[in-house]
């Protein structure tokens, strides 16, 4: 049977034939092609005739003498910039008193014949006429807000896929905001780190934004971690990308690359982290208080890594294939990240045994129920903060609804990377 391609290259070679034939030639060739072809006469039929008459429509159809000409865009960009880019609603109005005006005081020059069509152009039209200015301008827009950063050109930009995902060391960072439906004052961001080969996390709060703060948590999230690391790959936030961590990466001979701008999956493995360890463990609710940062440290440096990085199984992407369109992805064996390492040959035996100890101290039964009473704990702090009051038992599984945000206390979700 033949593709699509090779059917229409032959509905090419006889079509010509076909649109110059008597009725019993006709119903040959489409006797032919419908045999070779698989396909349905009618439905044959129809594409033969198709372009033909596209072709004639075309060519009957003359070209229409535009009336609002280079002369008038031209005289209609500037006078928009002039007003300081109004719509056609209110820009119309103006054009009609003022375009008179301003030519006699010569801001703008053209002709009379232009000035009459701008008395008299109408509001959408202006919008037609103005589309491409206003596309150039909201792109200028975009990325003037964005700083210029000189620290970015001695960072270089890597995607997903250029990252090293076969040994531990390659560490991809990010924050998350604690802000709830306000961004105004002071208020926790979680620093969230992932390595990319086992899923190994680490997590710290930090008050505010402040680039040294962040410095102090990503040494501290490095101390945790149980191998050395080789690389970090943030965004392109100024908390993170900015010369106190640069000069910190060069010093300990760490590799700093970074994600290009707007493009989120560059830094996919800790985005998936930030839902799965951070959203839907302490929620979307505002943290803005010492005693809630105290809290959320203390279960991040605690039991919800423990909790995480020994007994939450994470499966690995073993293979992506695009057969006839459709991507086909195999993931491999799930397993803790503390697994992954022990089966890593780049992990130093001395590390192996210390995380081995480790592992048979834990008792995960203990480690959820300190969890759940520390998120019992955040949350009444959270309420305490607001002047109500809550009673929330520490073994209970709820989510509760606050200010129209909700609150996980706890989380059966399994990681996937």
Request: aromatic share 10%.
């Amino acid at each position: 049977m033949m593709n699509f391609e090779a059917r229409n290259q032959y509905m090419e070679t006889l079509r010509e034939k076909y649109l110059g034939s008597h009725k019993k030639e006709k119903g040959r060739i489409l006797d032919e092609y419908c045999r070779n072809t698989g396909q349905e006469r009618k439905y044959v039929i129809k594409k033969f005739r198709y372009k033909a008459k596209l072709k004639q429509k075309g060519s009957a159809r003359k070209a229409r003498k535009e009336y609002y000409d280079g002369y008038v865009r031209s005289a209609l960009a500037r006078l928009w910039t002039i007003f300081d880019y109004p719509c056609g609603q209110r820009l119309a109005p103006l054009l009609k008193d003022e375009s008179a005006k301003l030519r006699a005081l010569g801001e703008v020059e053209f002709s009379n014949e232009t000035l009459f069509k701008l008395q008299r152009i109408t509001p959408s039209t202006i919008d037609t006429k103005l589309a491409h200015e206003k596309e150039v301008l909201m792109n200028k827009r975009k990325y003037a807000s964005k700083r210029n950063f000189l620290i970015a050109s001695k960072v270089p930009t890597k995607t997903s896929a250029e990252q090293d995902r076969s040994t531990p060391g390659q560490e991809q960072i990010d924050c998350v905001e604690h802000c709830g439906t306000c961004a105004a004052g002071d208020y926790v961001h979680t620093l969230s780190v992932v390595d990319i080969f086992s899923g190994w996390w680490e997590g710290e709060a930090i008050m505010g934004k402040g680039q040294e703060r962040a410095l102090f948590s990503i040494n501290e999230a490095k101390k945790r971690s149980p191998f050395a690391w080789r690389e970090i790959h943030p965004d392109n936030g100024g908390n993170i990308l900015n010369i106190h961590v640069y000069n910190y990466a060069e010093k300990h001979g760490i590799t700093m690359s970074r994600s290009r701008p707007y493009k989120k999956n560059d830094n996919c493995f800790v985005e998936q982290k930030n839902s799965t360890h951070v959203r839907q463990v302490v929620g979307y609710l505002r943290y803005d208080t010492p005693e809630e940062q105290t809290i959320m440290n203390g279960l991040y440096r605690n039991e919800l890594r423990l909790y995480k990085n020994f007994f939450q199984p994470v499966m690995k992407l073993a293979s992506k294939e695009r057969i006839h369109g459709k991507i086909h992805k195999k993931q491999g064996k799930a397993m803790t990240p503390f697994k992954r390492l022990m089966e890593s040959p780049a992990v130093p035996e001395g590390t192996k045994a210390q995380l081995q100890k480790l592992y048979a101290s834990l008792n995960p039964a203990e480690l959820k129920r300190n969890i759940d009473t520390k998120l019992s704990r955040l949350y009444r702090a959270h309420q305490k903060k607001k002047g109500l009051s809550v009673e929330t038992s520490p073994n209970t599984r709820k989510s509760s609804v606050t200010y129209g945000v909700k609150i996980y206390h706890s989380t059966d979700t399994v990681s996937v990377s």
